[in-house]
């Protein structure tokens, strides 16, 4: 029996990176991306007075978003009051500009506390913001394991900045 192959190349950089444990900011990319200003390199689409809006660098589907408190936290219970409110808008707000740009039928907004929940950077809280289309699910990521993402990072982080942006 013969297997058809479908490469996704695009995963690796994911598999081989150090992946915070949850006891240090140091390997944290959203601590990372908080304290640099290069927000167009690192996809940061928009900053809450406690709160980082990122797009994630490996989807699960186009316009699929990061919203994490600023601080380094890893729980809810760790929040105060004004950094929970905080990313709470900006769920709110980047679900509403995901609508106008992309005009999914849905969204999953999701929060993974823990490892073995599914959290990839455990010692960071941060929901998943993830664009649903009837049909998106098919058979590529069922039987080859690999998600067909129709757009670019950086095409995408250029229409949401561009939509955010008062105009002048």
């Not at 969204?107 to 073995?116: A, E, S, T, Y």
Request: charged share 25%; proline share 7%.
């Amino acid at each position: 029996m013969s297997y058809e192959r479908l490469w996704a190349p695009w995963r690796l950089p994911y598999i081989k990176s150090d992946r915070d444990d949850g006891d240090a900011p140091a390997g944290c990319f959203l601590c990372r991306y908080r304290d640099e200003d290069h927000d167009d390199v690192n996809h940061v689409v928009a900053r809450g007075p406690f709160s980082l809006v990122v797009l994630n660098r490996f989807p699960y589907n186009n316009g699929h978003l990061l919203i994490a408190p600023r601080a380094h936290k890893g729980t809810l219970e760790e929040l105060a009051d004004e950094e929970l409110l905080d990313t709470m808008h900006q769920v709110r707000r980047m679900i509403a500009l995901l609508g106008r740009v992309l005009t999914p039928e849905g969204f999953n907004v999701g929060l993974n506390l823990g490892r073995v929940a599914g959290a990839g950077l455990p010692g960071h809280l941060h929901w998943h913001v993830v664009p649903r289309w009837n049909g998106d699910t098919n058979f590529m990521p069922v039987v080859g394991e690999t998600k067909v993402i129709s757009q670019s990072l950086d095409a995408l982080f250029e229409i949401l900045r561009d939509e955010l942006e008062p105009p002048g």
